[in-house]
């Protein structure tokens, strides 16, 4: 018996939202490097739990993660353990943009954005825009420096790079391509991102 991965592909600049169950493992891939993922997630069972950056901050006593950290809930459980990662750089620190993000810091109206990418499909099992959880951003390069002050600067991720998630619990998972191509944080070229889900064991063994 074969596990077959589930595939799906996250158009640039667009978003995408799906759902992984207990012992599946969740894969997020660059397509073309240098694109961030924005990425968020509630528990299928009670949507009002969140994946939470803050609270994993607390959990982990850092302000990044990685391979062989879990990512917690707004309610202090592991719902993600960081399985494999080829980049190690990711963000956990700053929010989604947003449509404010472009008109009130670049006067642009009307442009794509993560927070609408992700509420798009997260709209459909009820969730309204303030229920979209804060985001943990793949691959985008926020470094903080020795005297606290951050930055957003261009992914190190090249084509193909991932991050692989075993899941912990049943979720409701949303993904943007980040939309930014205003400022660095994308290489300013807007790209596709991948998705491979593989069965948990029992799952394909059943299958
Ligand atoms: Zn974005």
Do not use: W
């Not at 459980?77 to 670049?106: K, M, Q, S, W, Y």
């Amino acid at each position: 018996m074969t596990t077959q991965a589930k595939i799906l592909l996250v158009k640039a600049g667009h978003g995408l939202t799906f759902e992984v169950k207990t012992g599946q493992r969740l894969t997020i891939s660059d397509v073309d490097g240098q694109q961030a993922a924005d990425f968020v997630a509630v528990a299928a069972a009670d949507r009002t739990e969140k994946l939470s950056p803050t609270h994993t901050r607390r959990q982990l006593g850092s302000l990044f993660f990685a391979v062989g950290d879990a990512l917690y809930s707004s309610l202090g459980r592991p719902l993600l353990r960081v399985a494999e990662d080829t980049v190690g750089i990711h963000d956990a620190n700053v929010p989604a943009c947003d449509d404010t993000r472009f008109t009130v810091d670049f006067g642009v109206d009307g442009h794509r954005n993560c927070l609408d990418n992700m509420h798009e499909g997260l709209a459909h099992f009820g969730l309204s825009p303030f229920d979209v959880p804060e985001p943990f951003n793949l691959f985008q390069n926020g470094p903080v420096t020795a005297d606290g002050r951050m930055r957003v600067t261009d992914p190190t991720s090249k084509p193909g790079d991932y991050i692989t998630f075993d899941v912990l619990d049943d979720l409701i998972c949303a993904v943007s391509s980040c939309p930014q191509d205003i400022i660095p944080g994308n290489g300013l070229k807007v790209t596709d991102i991948a998705i491979s889900i593989l069965p948990a064991p029992l799952d394909a063994a059943g299958a």
